[in-house]
């Protein structure tokens, strides 16, 4: 636990949680979750806001590439942060990025491009004739227990995505969700704390509120 951890729990005060600002992603739609979930919430650019921060998140809509560039000067933070303990959740993009690499880098034709590798693995297409993006609302099935997870299994969220994670580790898989096949909807690493949704929770309702309370309370430990 960092010490800024430490005196927000010894206070009783709000978890202060930092959205990352990295151009990408529903910034303002993910502050008023999290705000709602009971946290105290700041869009930063700033990596020593990241340090001083009792939870990360890490936001995201668009291509794979173009998350990696405009993240990466954030890249060395940001895996500092999720090795000091301090609980990173990364949504859609983000959760993707959470990974090592990404089809959709290939299919563009712009090679290899490499993710935070927090969890390992790759991102891979839906597979051809699938209707592309995934869009709606669908089931999630728990695999495992995880602290983000209390209380959602069998309810919707909310997805708009064209790649899945598939982590090297099938360990990695929290949830599932199914469209044509099972894939993860929830993926976390072995730790515990570094954990993502494919899924937006800011989008999927009463859902999408409970899991950021998960979050908020993980923040809190």
């Known amino acids: 636990m960092s010490s800024q951890r430490a005196r927000t729990q010894e ?5 202060s949680v930092v959205v990352v ?3 990408l992603g529903n910034l303002r739609s993910v502050t008023r979750g999290l705000e709602r979930a009971g946290a105290n919430v700041e869009t930063s650019d700033d990596p020593e806001r990241f340090e001083s921060a009792d939870g990360v998140v890490l936001p995201g809509v668009g291509a794979f590439r173009e998350g990696v560039e405009n993240a990466g000067p ?10 000091s303990g301090t609980p990173v959740f990364g949504i859609c993009l983000g959760m993707q990025m959470l990974l090592t690499s990404s089809e959709e880098a290939e299919h563009a034709g712009e090679g290899d491009v490499r993710g935070l590798d927090l969890i390992p693995g790759t991102n891979v297409r839906f597979a051809e004739g699938q209707k592309v993006p995934h869009m709606g609302w669908n089931q999630l099935d728990v695999q495992r227990d995880h602290p983000l997870v209390d209380g959602i299994d069998g309810k919707y969220a909310y997805f708009v995505h064209s790649y899945y994670a598939v982590p090297d580790d099938d ?6 969700t199914d469209y044509g096949r099972a894939f993860p909807a929830i993926v976390a690493d072995e730790s515990g704390t570094v954990f993502g ?8 309702g009463e859902t999408g509120l409970r899991i950021l309370r998960n979050f908020v309370d993980i923040c809190r430990e």
């Open 171 to 176: 360990d990695a898989v929290v949830a599932t």
């Open 74 to 83: 954030y890249r060395e933070s940001l895996l500092e942060v999720a090795e």
């Open 21 to 23: 600002d990295y151009g």
């Open 11 to 15: 206070r009783g005060d709000a978890a």
């Open 197 to 204: 949704t494919q899924f937006h929770p800011e989008k999927s």
